[in-house]
C-alpha cells in the first residue's frame, strides 16, 4: 500500500494490484525451464497460461505445476503503474502499438517502486533522524520518475539513481544497526548458501547482498538485520524473529521457507504456502 508520510508527495501504490494491470509480469519479463519454472519463456512473450482477460488460468495450481517462481514474485505496485498511469489505460492486446514501451518500461518501473519502499521504510526509522532531509529529498525526486512518460522510463539509468540512493539507505542501516547490543556479524555479500545458522543471534547484522540460499536460519533474532537485497530463496525462517529486520520485502519472505512461528514485521504478509 501507499505510505502516508508528512510533508511529501503521495506515493504510488507500492504492492501489485493485479486487478489494474495488464499481466505485465506474465508477458514483459523472460523466464528459463528450471525449478521455478515449468518451461522457457522469452521477454515480451506472453505465457501461454495467460487467458484474454489478463488473468492466469492456473493461479490456484502454479506450485503445483511447476511456476514457484510466480508465487514468489511481486512488482512493487510497478504493473498497475505502467498500466493505468504511464500508458494511461490502454492495454497492449488493444493497442499493440504500445507492446515494445511499455514491457521496457515495467521492469524500470519496478526498480523505481522498490527504490521508494526502501526510502519511505528509512524515513520511519527514528534512529536515521538525522539523514531524513536528504530522504526525503531522494524520495521526492524518486516519486516524480514514476510518474515521467514512456520515453522517459525507457531511457533512465536506474543503475545510477541506485547508485546514489544507496549511500543514504547504507547510512541508515548503520544508524539503526549500531543501537544493536553485542558484536554486530559484517555478512555483506557473503556466500552462506546451506549456512546451519540455527538460533543464531544476528541483530544488527549487515546481510546485504548475501547468499542465503537453503541456509537454516530456524529460531534465528534478525531484529535490525539489514537484508537488503540477500537472496532467501528456501531460507528456512521457522520460528526466526524477523520484526525489526531492515529493508525486508514480501518477495524475500515468499522465496523463504516459514512457518506460524516466524515473526516478521506488520507491513508484510505470511506468504500462503508457509506451514
Request: hydrophobic share 40%.
Amino acid at each position: 500500500m501507499s505510505t502516508p508520510l508528512p510533508g511529501l508527495p503521495a506515493l504510488p501504490v507500492l504492492q501489485a494490484d493485479c486487478a489494474n494491470c495488464f499481466a505485465l509480469c506474465c508477458v514483459a519479463l523472460p523466464f528459463a525451464k528450471s525449478t521455478d519454472f515449468a518451461v522457457n519463456k522469452a521477454a515480451g512473450t506472453p505465457c501461454t497460461n495467460l487467458r484474454q482477460d489478463f488473468r492466469c488460468g492456473i493461479h490456484t495450481r502454479l506450485r503445483d505445476t511447476g511456476f514457484q517462481g510466480c508465487t514468489v514474485f511481486d512488482c512493487f505496485g510497478a504493473g498497475q503503474q505502467v498500466s493505468q498511469v504511464t500508458f494511461g489505460g490502454r492495454d497492449w492486446r488493444a493497442h499493440p502499438e504500445t507492446r515494445t514501451a511499455m514491457f521496457e518500461a515495467f521492469p524500470v518501473m519496478r526498480r523505481l517502486h522498490e527504490l521508494l519502499a526502501y526510502l519511505a521504510e528509512a524515513l520511519t526509522l527514528p534512529a536515521a533522524a538525522t539523514l531524513h532531509p536528504a530522504l526525503r529529498t531522494a524520495l521526492t525526486r524518486t516519486e516524480a520518475l514514476t510518474r515521467a512518460d514512456a520515453d522517459t522510463l525507457t531511457t533512465l539509468d536506474t543503475d545510477a539513481l541506485r547508485q546514489d540512493v544507496n549511500p543514504l539507505l547504507l547510512q541508515a542501516s548503520e544508524l539503526v544497526r549500531a543501537k544493536a547490543p553485542g558484536r554486530r556479524k559484517n555478512h555483506r555479500g557473503a556466500d552462506l548458501m546451506g549456512a546451519r545458522l540455527k538460533g543464531a543471534d544476528l541483530r544488527g547484522a549487515n546481510l546485504r547482498g548475501a547468499c542465503l540460499i537453503a541456509a537454516d536460519l530456524s529460531g534465528a533474532d534478525l531484529r535490525t538485520a539489514d537484508l537488503i537485497g540477500a537472496d532467501l530463496r528456501d531460507t528456512n525462517l521457522r520460528g526466526a524473529d524477523l520484526r525489526e529486520a531492515l529493508f525486508l520485502t514480501q518477495p524475500q519472505l515468499g522465496a523463504a521457507q516459514g512457518d506460524a512461528t516466524t515473526r516478521i514485521p506488520p507491513a508484510l504478509a505470511h506468504p500462503a504456502h508457509w506451514h
